[in-house]
């Protein structure tokens, strides 16, 4: 799965940052499950966010890591689930303003999107 994680810059998470509010997380929390479709995407801002399959964890996300675009895009369900744990910080990016980025084809979220 590590081949398919995709980062974005600080810059890209600054300018993402500017309509945004980071989430913080004081528990653990499963935020995508297995054989779901996610609803947003979600950017790992600190702290630890981790592929989970029947409960064994598979992988670690690096910071700036974006997940869940591709499978909005393609309506394509997560193979595994995703969970963060507790001290962590994101930034989540509603299905809404994905579509609406990629049919205006344009903005700053269009142009980080667009490459992934």
Known sequence: MTKEITTI?????????KDRNPLYFKNDFDLIYESQIPNMGIILLEGELKFVKKKK???????????GIRNIINNIPFPMGLKIYKD???LMIEKSEI????TRKSGNLYQIISSI
């Open 88 to 90: 962590s910080s994101i």
């Open 9 to 17: 810059t600080d810059e890209e998470i600054s300018i993402l940052k």
């Open 57 to 67: 964890i598979l992988d670690s996300l690096p910071q700036g890591a974006i997940i």
């Open 99 to 102: 579509m609406e980025a990629l």
